[in-house]
């Protein structure tokens, strides 16, 4: 053998064991299952596809949990993790859905809206696969998602999308992304089917108010902010002034462009009764000029690179040596998300939701994210929910 | 933490020129730097020994889909070439218009222009028409190294023409803005940018042959060549583009590198002569291995410079620059970067600066068409210099590098001068958006 052919087959050896832990890893995080325990509020757990079908079987079809009140009343879905790279979206509803009683209404929750993206990574960002909290019986274990479905559940792409039924042009990465799939079709590109699902889930259990959870860049103009179209714009501005006077941060608010289609503050406003809303929380983690991309970073969102730009005013959050930690961002959602219940219950008190045992903003920055989760080792098999 | 990071730059900076000293290929030059870049990293555990493979691996896929566009639209034109085609219609341009040498000179800009524009290579098109059309402009009376410069020029705007600009590709999916709406913000440009090269560079006429002259010396015309056989394998592809388009809720999605599939089938059946097509696609994709090792390769650094943190610092560094001067700058930046890291100057500087612009207020879309113009400059730039070195090659330019660079200068000035301008009034020029959607 020659010199070449064996320098050829080291090589070849080299990257095909490479190759072969990198798939192990990534077949792991696929196939990675992080339990959501159904906590005393939530009265049934259905699947997604029980609303379109055609998801049934797919990659994307996900758990529906139901909290259900005994008094009469409105209801509120909550969507979460639309983008699984923001995962305080996830963290907040798990919150929700371990804690939270209802009084009065319906709360709704999908804590893994885009399942399929929540098991892909997103080449050339270098996210870690995984993030934990900590809690009091250890750490909890999140697969760290990608924005977009993975292509492995929906390919190829078209050269554009092209999006369903208002024809807008959008991106062809877009056609994986379940915040721009909106409203769907029940035999499109399979993430239009999930938001089709979806929207049939708004319209047959007549829901009053979605909110769908998201995070975005400090260098972002539309981050740390409720977005809302028009009929949802008055609560949206109530909650600003009862958050930013009762509990000290404060979210802006943006009106739904009316032209930019397949968004959920869009879609579900024009095509139900619903009144959508969209959370955004920074997430620095996300933005561009920061240091190394690290599990640190994410959960703390403190960068010394952020720092200096805000010292130069170039963010568009306030931003300091604190960062913005998960817990701050996962304490927001939770206020934000309590005071539309509230302002709905006030606005309308025939389609209330009351909602009991969900720490407001305060609350989660005194303990914490993790303590509010449960261990699932030591809880009733029947309520945990692989995921 | 900036020492850390700077000291994982300095060590990608010393293994890049280290690998160049060997006179290793440029993506060899490229993995060499990151690969130094992730076990520094891996000294401060960013990222983890145990993932900086799962990071490589996972990089290389970032521009899987662009690479697979590449194979199969170079397959596609692989054969339009080998049957003949090109030669035809090179032929046809030459014999119609020799009386009229500017529109005869219009038409080859075209001809150079559809191959870039459709594959987002502007190597493919000096690949597939360089040699044909640099022999014509020679015909029509072109010096060669004035034949040369419009060669690169051309097929430099042609890779950033519409449908298929891969640098706009690569922003685009980095920062989360619809790749649409480019047709007009880079179309127009492209055109007319193409148009001032042609004239400035083949307006004087350095040779007079005869037309007789001229077809003798030509290449030949396989016999049974036809318009049509040029026009149906285009009109294929264009069809099935523009009948998702129409028709998007009714066609299965297709995505284009099963449309250049079909279209190079097409193109196959209609071959006025045998093509053997496993040899083709064979050769092509030899052909093409180091544009695809180079797109696999920048994936991968970007994967590594992002987790290492040096992405962050450079794109610090760019948007800490006041704004006026970030202007000035990216007349050298913009070409230079293309010039190290190929199309991976694109996602590392090009992402976190488009990101920045946009929050400035000005028009991302807009921004990224007038950055994609100078990119192309970058492939003239050494230590890559690939569209460059490749053109001299086909247009047997015998003369130092540094001479057939001096003879681009004109267009090139006026390119960067109009994609400054794009980047400075890019709100001013939202309309081309609109009207291209």
Not at chain 2, 142 to 164: D, H, K, N, T, W
């Amino acid at each position: 053998m020659t010199r070449t052919a064996i320098y050829k087959m080291s090589l070849a050896a080299i990257f095909g064991l490479v190759s072969g832990i990198a798939g192990y890893q990534f077949y792991e995080h696929r196939h990675y299952q992080a339990p959501i325990i159904a906590g005393p509020g939530v009265t049934r757990v259905v699947k997604l596809h029980e609303y379109c079908p055609s998801l049934k079987g797919t990659p994307a079809d996900t758990d529906v949990f139901f909290l259900e009140g005994a008094g009469d009343g409105g209801t509120v879905l909550l969507v979460a993790n639309t983008h699984s790279n923001e995962p305080a979206a996830r963290l907040t509803a798990e919150i929700f859905l371990e804690n939270c009683t209802i009084q009065k209404g319906r709360l709704i929750v999908i804590p893994q809206f885009n399942n399929s993206g929540s098991r892909n990574t997103k080449p050339g960002d270098g996210y870690p696969l995984y993030f934990e909290i900590p809690t009091a019986w250890g750490k909890k274990k999140f697969r760290m998602g990608n924005r977009n479905a993975s292509p492995l559940d929906s390919w190829p792409d078209p050269d554009v999308y092209i999006h369903y039924p208002d024809r807008s042009l959008l991106s062809y990465l877009d056609v994986r992304n379940t915040n721009r799939t909106w409203p769907g079709r029940p035999d499109g590109p399979l993430m239009e089917r999930v938001c089709f699902a979806a929207m049939e889930l708004i319209r047959n259990e007549q829901v009053d108010v979605a909110i769908d959870i998201h995070g975005a860049e400090t260098m972002f103009p539309v981050t740390n902010c409720i977005v809302a179209p028009e009929k949802s714009s008055r609560i949206a501005t109530m909650v600003q002034l009862m958050t930013q006077a009762m509990e000290g941060f404060t979210v802006n608010v943006y009106p739904s462009p009316q032209n930019f289609r397949g968004l959920s503050h869009r879609e579900i406003g024009d095509y139900s009764n619903a009144m959508p809303f969209l959370l955004e929380a920074p997430i620095p983690f996300l933005d561009q000029p920061t240091g190394p991309k690290t599990e640190e970073l994410l959960l703390t969102g403190r960068d010394p690179l952020l720092l200096s730009l805000a010292r130069q005013g170039k963010l568009f959050v306030p931003y300091d040596e604190y960062g913005w930690p998960m817990k701050n961002r996962v304490g927001q959602h939770c206020s934000v998300i309590l005071e539309i219940m509230n302002q709905l219950s006030q606005a309308s008190p025939e389609r209330a939701v009351v909602a009991e045992n969900v720490p407001r903003y305060k609350d989660v920055l005194e303990h914490d994210v993790g303590y509010y989760y449960h261990n699932p080792a030591t809880a009733d098999p029947a309520r945990v929910y692989p995921n | 933490m900036y020492l850390h990071i700077g000291v994982i730059l300095l060590v990608m900076a010393a293994a890049y020129t280290a690998a160049n000293r060997l006179k290793l290929s440029v993506e060899l030059r490229m993995l060499s730097a990151t690969l130094a870049g992730g076990i520094t990293g891996a000294f401060f555990h960013t990222p983890p020994l145990m993932q900086l493979g799962r990071h490589m691996i996972e990089g290389s896929f970032t521009y899987l889909d662009v690479m697979l566009v590449f194979v199969t639209a170079t397959i596609f034109i692989e054969i339009m070439a080998t049957s003949g085609s090109v030669n035809f219609v090179v032929r046809g341009i030459v014999t119609t218009f020799f009386r009229v040498r500017m529109l005869a000179l219009f038409l080859l800009m075209f001809v150079i222009l559809i191959p870039g524009a459709l594959t987002g290579a502007g190597s493919v098109s000096v690949l597939t028409v360089g040699a044909p059309c640099a022999l014509a402009l020679g015909y029509l009376g072109v010096s060669r190294g004035r034949s040369a410069a419009i060669l690169f020029i051309i097929a430099g705007l042609s890779a950033a023409a519409p449908p298929v600009n891969i640098w706009a590709m690569i922003v685009s999916a980095g920062t989360a803005i619809p790749y649409v709406g480019f047709e007009l913000p880079l179309g127009i440009p492209v055109l007319l940018l193409g148009t001032f090269t042609m004239l400035t560079l083949g307006w004087r006429q350095e040779q007079r042959l005869s037309l007789e002259q001229v077809l003798a010396e030509m290449p030949p015309v396989p016999e049974g060549m036809a318009w049509w056989r040029v026009a149906l394998p285009f009109g294929v592809f264009f069809g099935l583009v523009v009948i998702g388009r129409v028709l998007p809720f009714t066609i299965p999605i297709m995505g284009l590198p099963l449309q250049f599939v079909l279209s190079a089938a097409v193109a196959l059946a209609v071959s006025p002569g045998p093509i053997n097509i496993l040899t083709l696609s064979r050769d092509t994709v030899k052909k093409l291995t180091p544009l695809l090792a180079t797109m696999a390769v920048v994936g991968a650094m970007q994967q590594v410079m992002t987790v290492t943190g040096v992405k962050g610092l450079i794109s610090f560094a760019v948007i800490s620059v006041p704004l006026i001067m970030l202007y000035a700058l990216l007349v050298f930046i913009i070409p230079a970067s293309e010039g190290v890291l190929t199309y991976g100057g694109a996602a590392i500087i090009g992402i976190p600066l488009v990101w920045f612009l946009d929050s400035r207020g000005l028009h991302a879309t807009v921004v990224i068409a007038g950055l994609s113009l100078l990119w192309p400059l970058g492939d003239g730039l050494p230590p890559t210099a690939l569209i460059g070195r490749l053109t001299m090659m086909v247009t047997e330019y015998r003369e130092s590098y540094i001479s057939f660079l001096k003879k681009t200068w004109i267009p090139w000035l006026a390119i960067t001068l109009v994609g400054i301008l794009m980047v400075i009034f890019s709100a001013k020029l939202a309309f081309l958006v609109e009207w291209s959607m």
